[in-house]
């Protein structure tokens, strides 16, 4: 449906298309179209009204810790495929190291490359203090109009993220299903000065939806927000199933909306699915005339930051092998290619800190980060166990030529000290890659870094600066499941960042972070 705040008008969301299912890894699969009706006005003072953040977050965090444990479960039972001929996963143990000063991270400084220009906390005020240990913070800057999400609050500032106010939420959009809960993403689309938010709802016995809200021109600092619902239901007429791990991503025409299905009731992994809506339609506030691509195949879809006239978007086929889609806009089918990236190990991450709590003991291998940037170059970042060469987890980066598909390089972040892990990445304007990234483990309490991919010479370089010193590890010994980085509107050489630490072990230690930074 499509909603909006003040006054709420509704129309129907168009009829998704076909269920589309990935064929040999080799043929290119066709996209069906879909059309609706022009959207109707409607009064609807009655709209129910949702529980309120203190209402609800005495359960919520007991609902979410427990969907936290199914979905590890479920999304380690996402395919990977065959694994290569003759692997072995190797669970290396831990072993001692001499704590020393993180490797090629440094506190900011004057001859750094990174420039941090403002580094600052969102706990207190900006989030009510509805705060999680799995934090996920997202952003979006059109400039001025910034909005931060986290698991259970927002935050909106209209002076650059000098000062945020507390948005609720539960209580900014008109209650459905089973309510608001928990994943959040933020996107803005500078080509359409489209303020764009996800919002991932729980799950009942049908299943749930994904609340795309959209704000345009002076709606933006208004925050009058129009929302389309989707649900596996309206969009692939998938019974029995909700959607989770969401994610935005943007070519010049389209939006994209990732996300895996699983059975409700704790049921399986079921598919993962790709919508592309029109960013036209979106401005306009208009029905939706849209495609999605679907598989049963693969699982943890993400899109590229940074596309123009093709979309690309990957996942694991195994533990060597990354699919790479590719989905041109004026085309109508999804081209798949096979690319050999180096090996890791399936199994369980190891990185406990100083206190003995372990921020990766949930940690899985879904890619976080992936981009476009200079020479046409695609990048794709995940969490990678340690193993008999690395003996900790190591944030994986894979750089592929978008024209041949062939891997540039490789320049994973790892130390043998602690772990990286949740790498989140987008190009600016001129196409260099900003990076977030948590590390942790060892003689270090869970950090938060961000930086610049630099080519220099044949050799790609990361430089990264510490932005948050961690205190503690989570009780709860899981951290993730991500965080982002983006581009500003306004402004195209700088990028925004989020991240956490925490100060207790506790999820009201915790501690969101709100990052501006760029060359230097």
Avoid at 16 to 43: C, H, I, N, Y
Avoid at 163 to 183: E, K, M, R
Avoid at 232 to 238: E, I
Avoid at 264 to 284: E, I, S, T
Wanted: charge should be positive; glycine fraction near 8%.
């Amino acid at each position: 449906m499509l909603h909006t705040k003040t006054g709420r008008m509704c129309v129907a969301v168009p009829l998704a298309l076909a269920a589309l299912t990935a064929g040999p890894p080799a043929r290119a699969q066709s996209v069906k179209e879909a059309s609706a009706p022009a959207p109707q006005l409607a009064k609807d003072p009655n709209a129910p009204v949702a529980m309120d953040t203190a209402e609800h977050l005495p359960n919520a965090e007991a609902f979410h810790n427990n969907k936290q444990q199914k979905l590890r479960e479920h999304h380690r039972e996402i395919p990977l495929g065959d694994l290569p001929a003759g692997f072995t996963p190797e669970a290396a143990p831990m072993v001692s190291a001499t704590p020393v000063a993180p490797s090629f991270i440094t506190a900011p400084n004057a001859t750094s490359p990174v420039k941090i220009y403002k580094n600052q906390s969102m706990a207190g005020v900006a989030t009510a203090q509805t705060l999680s240990s799995v934090g996920e913070p997202s952003v979006a800057s059109r400039g001025n109009e910034v909005l931060f999400t986290g698991n259970w609050y927002s935050a909106f500032s209209k002076n650059g993220g000098t000062n945020f106010s507390y948005v609720n939420p539960y209580t900014s959009f008109p209650a459905t299903g089973a309510g608001f809960c928990c994943d959040q993403v933020a996107l803005y689309a500078k080509s359409h000065d489209l303020m764009i938010w996800l919002l991932q709802y729980s799950a009942d016995a049908t299943g749930n939806i994904l609340r795309v809200a959209v704000a345009t021109g002076n709606d933006i600092p208004a925050q009058n927000w129009r929302y389309y619902d989707f649900s596996p239901k309206s969009v692939g007429n998938w019974s029995g199933e909700w959607f989770d791990y969401p994610d935005l991503s943007l070519s010049s025409k389209y939006l994209y909306v990732s996300s895996n299905a699983f059975g409700v009731n704790n049921g399986p992994f079921k598919r993962a699915m790709m919508l592309r809506l029109p960013l036209d339609q979106l401005k306009a506030y208009a029905a939706l005339n849209y495609n999605y691509y679907n598989t049963t195949t693969y699982g943890g879809l993400r899109g590229v930051q940074g596309a123009t006239g093709t979309m690309y978007f990957a996942a694991h086929k195994n533990v060597s092998t990354l699919t790479v889609f590719s989905w041109p806009e004026s085309s109508t089918t999804v081209t798949p290619k096979d690319v050999t990236v180096q090996t890791w190990d399936r199994t369980t991450c190891i990185a406990p800190g100083l206190d003995g709590r372990d921020f990766l003991g949930f940690a899985d291998s879904r890619i976080t980060a992936a981009w476009l940037g200079k020479g046409n170059v695609l990048g794709f970042g995940w969490t990678a166990p340690q193993n008999a060469t690395y003996h900790f987890p190591q944030a994986r980066i894979a750089l592929i030529d978008a024209g041949t598909m062939a891997v540039v390089a490789q320049p994973l972040l790892r130390n043998e000290s602690f772990a990286f892990a949740y790498p989140a990445a987008a190009p600016n304007s001129d196409g260099d890659v900003g990076l977030a990234v948590s590390y942790g483990g060892g003689a270090i309490f869970p950090s938060h870094a961000v930086g610049i991919l630099r080519k220099n010479g044949a050799a790609y370089q990361w430089n990264l600066v510490q932005t948050a010193a961690g205190q503690s590890g989570p009780s709860l010994n899981r951290w993730g499941d991500y965080q982002a980085v983006r581009p500003i509107g306004n402004d195209g050489k700088n990028w925004v960042a989020t991240g956490y630490t925490m100060t207790g072990p506790d999820r009201t230690n915790t501690v969101p972070r709100f990052v501006r930074f760029g060359p230097q």
